[in-house]
C-alpha cells in the first residue's frame, strides 16, 4: 500500500488554512454577532458555574456543620434534664462544640441551639456579625421553636430588616440552625462587574433576596423575579438544592453591538498577519522542512537499499533536523558495532522479574499489619499499637529497601528479630524462637529479606492461637561439593508441609498457577538468580512433625545489583 506523503500534505493544509481564512472574512458579517450573543450567554454560564458551585459548597458545609452537631445527641437530650447541674454542663459542652465549629469554619455566620422549655439559646457567630443581628437571630429561633413547626430545608426569610438563608432542625423543645445573610453568599461575586454581568438570587418560587454588581435595580428584596424590567436584558439561570435556590445572570444585549465592533477590527488585524504569516511560514517550511526532509528520505532510501555505509546528510538550520540526523547516524554506527553483554542482558531481565516477585510478597504483609493494628485499636491496646507501629516502620524501612543485593546475616537476623517482636503482639505467646548464629559467620552476605521471607510464611501457614509453635534458626559452614556456602536452616515443630508443596519447591515445576506458596517461590527464584544455580533451598518434613527449610548460600554473588543501583532505577 502506498504511503502519503507528508510534504504534500504540508502543502495541502497550508492552502487549506488560506482558504479558511477567506471564507471567515466572507462569512464574518452574518456569524460575527451570533458568535458574541452565544459568547456573552457563555461567559454568563460559566460565572454562574463558577458563583453556584461556591456557593453550593458554603451550603454543604453549613449542612455538615449541622451534622456535626446533632452528632451530639446525647448533650442535646441532656438540654431537657430535670436537673439544672446536667442542664449547664450539657450547654457548655455544646457551646464549646459549636464555638470549635466557627473557628474551623466560618461559612453559617451563625450557628444556634435552642431549648424553650428552660428557655436555653447557645450560638456561635463569626466576626462580620453585628451585636444587634446577632439578638435578633436569637429572637427568631427562639419563636420559630416555640411555634414547634417542623423544618428540614434551607428557606429564606427575613430577620429584622436582613434577608437570610437558613436551616432549623426542630424536634420537641429543641432546635438546631444555621444562619446565613444573602449578602454573606454573594459575597464569593466580586462588587465590581464582570463583563458587564449583574447576578439576583432567588428562592425556588423565583422570589428575589439578594443582588450583586446590578445597578439598575428597581425593587425589593421578596419582589417577584418577573416584576423587574428585562426588556434589554437576556438572562441565564442555574439552580442548587432542586431548585429551592435559583442564580440569574443579567446582561445588556447592547454589549454584544461593541463587541461586534471591536471583533471585526480584531478580525481584520487578524487576517493580515495571517497573510503575513502565511507567506514567510511557507518559505521557512519549504527551506527547513520539506528540502531536509526530501533529502533525509533520499538518503534513507539509499540506506534501505543496502548502502549501510552512507549517512543522513546534517543539513539546514534548524535544531530538529540536526538533531535528528545525528541521531540517526549515530543509531547507525551503533547497530554496526553493536555486541549486547550476554550478562548484562540477563541481569536486567532478572531485575524486572525480582521487582515482579516482590510486588507480590508485600500486599500480603501490609494486609495482614493493618489487621493487627485494627485488632489491636478494637481491644483498646493503645501502648501496644505503638509499639506494633515503631516495629512495623523499621520493617517496612527494611523490606522497602531490598531488591537484587545482599546484607549481612547478622543485618537479616536483627530484622527477623523485629518481625518476631512485631507478631508476639498479635500472636501473643504462640511462638518461641531461638537462633543459633556463630559470631564468625555474621558477616556472610545473603539475599536480603530471604530468612525473613520464611518466617512470614511461618506465619502465614503454621502459626494460630490455638497452639504454640517453636521455631528454630541456624547458621552454620558447610562444605558442599567441595565449596564452602552458609548453611540456614529454619525448623519448626509444626504440621509440616503438604506433599504437593514438597514437591513444587524442590523439584523444577515452575510458578503455581493458584497464588500459593509466593513466599517460597520468591526464595527459591532469588537464589536461581543471584547465584547462577538451583538447588540451593530444599524442604522436608521431620518425624514426628514438622518442617525444615534449608537454604545453602554460596561465599560471593554471581548478579547483584547494589542499592545505589535500585535507588537510581526507582525501584525501592
Known amino acids: ?100 465549629i466557627m473557628k474551623i469554619d466560618d461559612s453559617a455566620e451563625m450557628l444556634v441551639i435552642a431549648e424553650t422549655e ?16 446577632k439578638n435578633e437571630i436569637r429572637e427568631f429561633i427562639m419563636e420559630y421553636t416555640e411555634k414547634a413547626e417542623q423544618s428540614g430545608g434551607w428557606e429564606f426569610g427575613f430577620i429584622g430588616d436582613t434577608a437570610y438563608l437558613y436551616k ?23 462588587d465590581v462587574q464582570i463583563n458587564n454581568c449583574s447576578f439576583i438570587l432567588t428562592n ?35 439552580s442548587i438544592m432542586s431548585g429551592q435556590i435559583n442564580l440569574y445572570a443579567f446582561e445588556e444585549k447592547t454589549a454584544a453591538f461593541s463587541r461586534l465592533r471591536v471583533s471585526a477590527v480584531l478580525l481584520l488585524c487578524v487576517v493580515i498577519l495571517l497573510g503575513i504569516f502565511d507567506f514567510v511560514f511557507s518559505r521557512i517550511v519549504r527551506k527547513d522542512l520539506i528540502l531536509p526532509m526530501n533529502n533525509m528520505r533520499k538518503d534513507m532510501k539509499h540506506i534501505e537499499e543496502g548502502e549501510y555505509s552512507l549517512r543522513v546528510k546534517e543539513m539546514g538550520d534548524n535544531q530538529e ?38 510486588l507480590q510478597i508485600r500486599p500480603h504483609f501490609f494486609l495482614n499489619a493493618l ?26 524501612r527494611y523490606m522497602f529497601s531490598s531488591g537484587l543485593h545482599t546484607v549481612s546475616v547478622k543485618e537479616e537476623i536483627y530484622h527477623v528479630k523485629n518481625y518476631f517482636e512485631m507478631q508476639e503482639l498479635k500472636y501473643p505467646g504462640c511462638v518461641f524462637y531461638y537462633i543459633d548464629m556463630p559470631e564468625e559467620l555474621e558477616s556472610w552476605k545473603i539475599p536480603q529479606m530471604m530468612i525473613h521471607t520464611l518466617v512470614e510464611n511461618e506465619y502465614k501457614y503454621a502459626v494460630s492461637t490455638e497452639a504454640s509453635l517453636m521455631i528454630l534458626i541456624k547458621v552454620s559452614a558447610e562444605t558442599v561439593s567441595g565449596e564452602r556456602m552458609l548453611m540456614i536452616e529454619v ?82
Request: charged share 25%; glycine share 4%.
Open 491 to 572: 525448623e519448626d515443630d509444626g504440621p509440616g508441609y503438604p506433599p504437593d508443596v514438597l514437591e513444587y519447591i524442590n523439584q523444577d515445576t515452575g510458578k503455581r498457577q493458584d497464588g500459593t506458596q509466593v513466599g517460597l517461590w520468591s526464595i527459591k527464584r532469588l537464589l536461581e538468580l543471584m547465584y547462577d544455580r538451583k538447588g540451593l533451598l530444599r524442604l522436608e518434613n521431620i518425624e514426628p512433625h514438622g518442617a525444615l527449610n534449608r537454604i545453602y548460600v554460596p561465599e560471593n554473588a554471581v548478579q547483584e545489583i547494589n542499592k545505589e543501583h535500585f535507588d537510581e532505577k526507582g525501584i525501592n
Open 321 to 358: 533536523f540536526f538533531m535528528l540526523a545525528q541521531s540517526f547516524n549515530k543509531l547507525m554506527d551503533e547497530i554496526l558495532n553493536l555486541r549486547i553483554q550476554f550478562y548484562e542482558k540477563k541481569l536486567e531481565l532478572s531485575d524486572a522479574e525480582q521487582k515482579y516477585i516482590r
Open 118 to 133: 428552660y428557655d436555653i439559646c447557645l450560638d456561635a457567630k463569626c466576626e462580620r456579625l453585628s451585636f444587634d443581628r
Open 1 to 100: 500500500m502506498k504511503k502519503k506523503s507528508f510534504i504534500n500534505t504540508i502543502k495541502v493544509l497550508i492552502g487549506i488554512q488560506l482558504l479558511m481564512v477567506m471564507l471567515i472574512v466572507i462569512f464574518f458579517a452574518a456569524f460575527t454577532y451570533q458568535s458574541a450573543i452565544r459568547e456573552m450567554n457563555s461567559v454568563a454560564e460559566n460565572f454562574l458555574d463558577i458563583y453556584m458551585t461556591q456557593i453550593e459548597n458554603r451550603i454543604m458545609r453549613m449542612d455538615q456543620n449541622l451534622t456535626t452537631i446533632l452528632n451530639n445527641n446525647a448533650d442535646l437530650s441532656l438540654l431537657e434534664s430535670d436537673e439544672l447541674a446536667e442542664r449547664n454542663r450539657a450547654s457548655v459542652r455544646l457551646s464549646n462544640t459549636i464555638q470549635d
Open 168 to 190: 432549623i432542625l426542630i424536634w420537641n423543645h429543641r432546635s438546631v440552625a444555621a444562619f446565613v445573610s444573602a449578602d454573606a453568599l454573594l459575597a464569593t461575586i466580586p
Open 371 to 396: 489487621t493487627t493494628i485494627a485488632s489491636l485499636s478494637f481491644q483498646g491496646k493503645n501502648k501496644d499499637i505503638d509499639i506494633y507501629i515503631n516495629a512495623l516502620s523499621k520493617n517496612i
Open 204 to 238: 425556588g418560587n423565583d422570589e428575589i433576596w439578594g443582588y450583586s454588581g446590578y445597578e439598575n435595580f428597581d425593587g425589593e428584596p421578596g419582589i417577584q423575579l418577573t416584576e423587574l424590567p428585562s426588556k434589554h436584558m437576556m438572562m441565564n439561570q442555574a
